[in-house]
């Protein structure tokens, strides 16, 4: 996610426009809800309630259950498709003018209805507050909207943004209750008000209930009568307990690695009571090169390490297979995915090829150089996976590397002074497009902060991706761009990473909650009753 940089398998599909304008998946479901109470234990933190500031994956999980989007991604899919709207399209050829006309008779879990004024005051406050830690940004594009009835509203882009129907399929696109949310500032009473799958019963810093929300209309059949959410925050290896206890009926985000490795092969072992259910993702890590650094800015010394670093002892030996080896800035799953420093680098240590890139740039002797991370914000892999890659580069005796770690607020003020010559970035998308791996990490006001500038990418190859409705016509342009950055080397992809859930082996419906739209869908959870 872009402020956090925090820490998937259908391809999109043809003619996204087309598909937003059928209504495919808008038939309302079972809003009653059925089956047993689901617990669930995760680590990691739900930072907001509201949608106007919550930016990072668990508060996403929250507002994609508690509020509607325009559109939304079913399960299986990364073709958002409509939701709270009966139909969405773009007006124009130009990829600036979207409109969506809402379903009849939507009303808020608390009786009030939403109408178009509810989404226009949602957009606007959201940009608005601009919080620090909010999406703001990713609407940087919208400009004015109008709302001619209460079942219309109209976007009018100040710049083309194909993207704009996955952006406001996200969490970043929750729908807010004009009447209860103020225009300019958070709520800070921690409740949430929406018209989704569920109502947030109450929160606080060891749980969230759940409830199902009766008036709910809209594609998903609920296979439970509510969720318990509990916080673990940060203590992996209670979590690991609790689900090995039954203390909780699952358990989905912050597992140790060694944690879930023990448990995968206790579920296998003894075929009893836990299931380590995987699926895919679109989290991904990079090694990114300072271009102004006296040695990283060579691109003789970024191409020799990319033709020594061994991906697959990588994720083998510091991320116990939880993660698959990354040849491309797109990862797979994405529409334009490419394997481009596969084709160029291979997928095992070359030296002699190192060797012979750091002699084309005149370098004879050892390369020094020091790999900077950050111990929490990437996951707890991040120092042990720099500390395997510095190894492996130093085995080669080309180069002589050292690895050194900051708490995040120092690491991020040195990332952005430039004090770093090669350090960790790690992502997890907004939305699953290739633009969200693209344009972030190389169009203007990028979040690497490393002084690539490529003017082909950001005056030609990405604007127009971005005036592309047709998401599978870009796919030769976001493979262009793949190809350049594999030549160029302004970072060097490490990994992508898996979804995990571990569950009693009476939870059903997880693998509908781990797809590489990256959505968690409570409603697909269902447990059996015990007899």
Not at 174 to 198: E, N, W
Not at 266 to 284: F, I, M, N, P, R
Not at 388 to 414: M, P, R, W
Request: charged share 25%; hydrophobic share 35%; net charge neutral.
């Amino acid at each position: 996610m872009r402020k956090r940089d925090q820490w998937l398998a259908a391809p999109l599909g043809a003619g996204l426009a087309a598909a937003l304008l059928t209504g495919c998946g808008s038939e309302d479901g079972d809003a009653a809800g059925s089956g047993e109470h689901v617990v669930m234990g995760m680590s990691d933190e739900v930072l907001a309630t509201d949608p106007a500031s919550g930016y990072d994956p668990g508060s996403w999980l929250l507002f994609n259950n508690v509020f509607q989007s325009l559109l939304s991604f079913p399960k299986g899919s990364t073709t958002p498709q409509p939701e709270a709207a009966e139909k969405c399209s773009f007006k124009d050829n130009t990829s600036r003018v979207y409109s969506c006309t809402l379903k009849n008779d939507l009303t808020f879990s608390n009786g009030h209805p939403l109408t178009s004024e509810d989404v226009k005051f949602s957009f606007e406050r959201t940009l608005r507050i601009n919080d620090d830690n909010g999406p703001a940004v990713m609407f940087g594009s919208v400009g004015k909207i109008e709302t001619p009835d209460k079942r219309t509203v109209v976007f009018h882009l100040k710049n083309a943004d194909a993207t704009f129907p996955q952006k406001i399929a996200s969490g970043a696109g929750s729908i807010v209750d004009h009447q209860v949310y103020p225009a300019d500032k958070l709520r800070t009473d921690d409740k949430a008000v929406g018209s989704g799958v569920y109502k947030l019963d109450s929160f606080d810093k060891k749980e969230a209930d759940f409830s199902v929300n009766g008036d709910y209309k809209g594609a998903a059949k609920v296979h439970n009568s509510g969720l318990t959410m509990k916080f673990f925050h940060g203590q992996q290896a209670r979590l690991k307990s609790a689900v090995q206890k039954g203390e909780v009926d699952l358990a989905y985000r912050g597992l140790a690695m060694k944690d879930l490795a023990d448990l995968q092969a206790q579920s296998l072992g003894d075929g009893k009571s836990l299931d380590v259910v995987e699926g895919t993702g679109a989290e991904v890590q990079h090694l990114v090169f300072n271009m102004k650094h006296p040695v990283a800015g060579k691109l003789g010394v970024r191409k020799a390490m990319a033709y020594l670093i061994d991906r697959s002892t990588l994720v083998r030996d510091v991320y116990k297979r939880t993660a698959e080896p990354l040849y491309s800035v797109v990862p797979a799953g994405i529409t334009g995915h490419n394997t481009a420093f596969y084709d160029k680098y291979g997928d095992r240590p070359q030296p002699q090829k190192a060797k012979q890139a750091l002699r084309d740039a005149g370098i004879t002797g050892k390369v020094k150089l020091t790999l900077w991370g950050t111990p929490i914000r990437y996951g707890p892999g991040t120092v042990p996976g720099l500390r395997e890659i510095a190894k492996q580069l130093n085995a080669s005796g080309l180069f002589d590397v050292d690895v050194k770690s900051a708490d995040v607020a120092t690491y991020e003020k040195a990332v952005a002074a430039g004090k770093y010559g090669v350090y960790v970035k790690g992502w997890v998308p907004d939305y699953p497009d290739p633009d969200n791996f693209i344009a972030p990490f190389f169009g203007n006001d990028n979040v690497l902060a490393n002084h690539y500038n490529s003017a082909q990418l950001t005056s030609q190859l990405i604007p127009a991706t971005a005036e592309q409705p047709s998401r599978e016509a870009t796919v030769g342009d976001f493979q262009r761009i793949q190809d350049i950055v594999a030549d160029e080397v302004p970072m060097l992809p490490l990994w992508q990473g898996k979804q995990y859930a571990v569950a009693q082996d009476d939870i059903t419906g997880l693998q509908w909650t781990l797809d590489s739209s990256t959505v968690f869908r409570f409603w697909e959870i269902a447990k059996t009753p015990k007899d």
